[in-house]
């Protein structure tokens, strides 16, 4: 009897880790990924990245929580300061892995793979979901955004907000250049091909002249004097 307490609280703790595993990879991290030019790319690189990113579609609430995020300014500012980070760089240079290339061919000779791209529309519960939508509190929420005086006044105001004049003088900051340089120069931007810029790659290639080198400095070692013998008294 006293293990039911410990029993009833490990069950919460699981299940309390589900549900944040379950959020995580919701439709919050879809519409965050999909409003980020340097993260729009990350389902299109993995199989089962792009299957979570499709279930995710299919829910009514991923296109709630865009539609709210649209109507904030503050959302084009981080997109354009993603834009010009170096981060952009490296996910757009992830096309040039072949081992990208590989997973995907991989995921198209596994029928698990298109099981579980199909199981969101053979799924009753998200046909219920967007029937349903027109009567959620987020969507008529945004119905009535327009009649809110300070939607507005965020707008007006975005030209003076910190982030957006940072934004404005990047541009001028030598930093910004020193960070593309860097990624640029990073054989981990280009992911698999970034052996070929590696310098440890070409340092663990034997020298082939090492072979014809040796002889020759045997040769010309000079050969060690004899010992002299010792003194008879």
Known sequence: MKLTPLVSALGLAL????????????PEQTAAQLMDPAKVV?????PKAAVQAMTN????????IMMQRSMDP??????????????????YMGFLDPAMYTRWLAAAMDPNFYTAAMAPMLNPNMYFKWMMAPLDPRMLQMALAP??????MNWAMAPLAPANLNL??????????AQWIAAAMNPQTYGTWGAFLNPATYGNIPNPFTALTQPAQQQQAPAAAPAKPADKK
């Not at 299940?15 to 919701?26: E, I, K, M, N």
């Not at 503050?74 to 996910?91: L, N, V």
């Not at 404005?168 to 250049?177: C, E, G, H, Q, R």
Request: aromatic residues 6%.
């Open 42 to 46: 990350q389902p299109m690189q993995d």
């Open 57 to 64: 579609l299919m829910d009514p609430a991923t296109m709630m």
């Open 74 to 91: 503050a959302t084009y500012t981080k997109m354009a300061q993603s834009g010009m980070s170096p981060d952009i760089m490296r996910a």
């Open 147 to 152: 009649l809110n005086p300070a939607l507005y």
């Open 15 to 26: 299940a309390s880790q589900f549900a944040l595993a379950q959020q995580a990879s919701g």
């Open 168 to 177: 404005m003088m990047a541009p001028l900051n030598p930093n910004l250049y």
